[in-house]
Each structure stands twice: as C-alpha cells, then as structure tokens.
C-alpha cells in the first residue's frame, strides 16, 4: 500500500480534526454536505473518518 499519494489534489473540510500524518476517510457528493458541520453548505468533500489500521489479508 503506497501512502505516498497522488498527484491528484482535493479540498475536503476536516470534520473530525486529523493531525499531519495521519489518514483519514473522505466522502464526496452529496454525503459530505450531510454532516453537523458541512449541512446547508456547497463543499465537494468531507473527512469523516480516521483510519487507524489498514488489513490487507
């Protein structure tokens, strides 16, 4: 799993306050206008989730 990222760019809000470093889950569309602090605002997508531990088997 490469966490080094891509080249491609997004701008979520931070719903959950993640530190430098750390992985979060993002949700796009309308799911990231659904939360306490993105409803009723235009935003394209939201972290929801921190993502502490990654199993691949």
Do not use: W
């Not at 530190?19 to 394209?44: F, H, I, P, Q, Y």
């Amino acid at each position: 799993l490469d966490l080094k990222g891509s080249k491609e760019y997004y701008i979520a809000v931070d719903t959950i306050g993640l530190g430098e470093g750390e992985v979060g889950l993002m949700v796009t569309g309308s799911t990231a206008k659904k939360t306490d602090v993105t409803s009723d605002r235009n935003v394209d997508g939201t972290l929801v989730a921190k993502v502490e531990r990654i199993d691949l088997s």
